[in-house]
């Protein structure tokens, strides 16, 4: 085998060998392109978690304890702080029953400030016992929805008891009637 011969082998195996390393590498990196994709997407999500505003409440749960059918309506409200990095929006707050009403801070609540959201519970023509309702709010923090729960026991009223008076040796009786 002459020089020139060897030569010309030994560049032919040079470019080949070269070119399978070439390929080899282009799908390496399209493989490690293909598996780091999502790392990325999944990065950026939490960085847009982080940047969103977040409800923390002082409680998510209230009980008004035992109350008389004529004083059936009651109120309490739900204090939270946003201790996200950006404005909370309220979308929509939702009770589970016509009878709670829920009502809640409509401008943007900045980071470190707070907001409320009043829940009034109104039991007139309900029947006496204990209930629990849920109130679902919708915002655009981290957490959505969230719930808050409130309960109770609402008992009847005492009937009115007959009042008498006596004026000028008169009796006058249920005079409240």
Known sequence: MEMSEKIYIFATWNIYIYTTIMQYMKQCIMLLLLLAAPLVGRAQEDVKQKDKGEMKFETTRHNFGVFAQDTATVTHDFVFTNVGKAPLIIHQASASCGCTVPKYTLEPIMPVCKGKISVTYNGKGKQPG???????????????????????EMIESAPAKPVELILDNTLYQNINQ
């Open 130 to 152: 204990v209930f629990r309702k849920s109130i679902t709010i919708h915002n655009n923090g981290k957490q959505s929805p969230v719930r808050l729960y409130i309960e109770g």
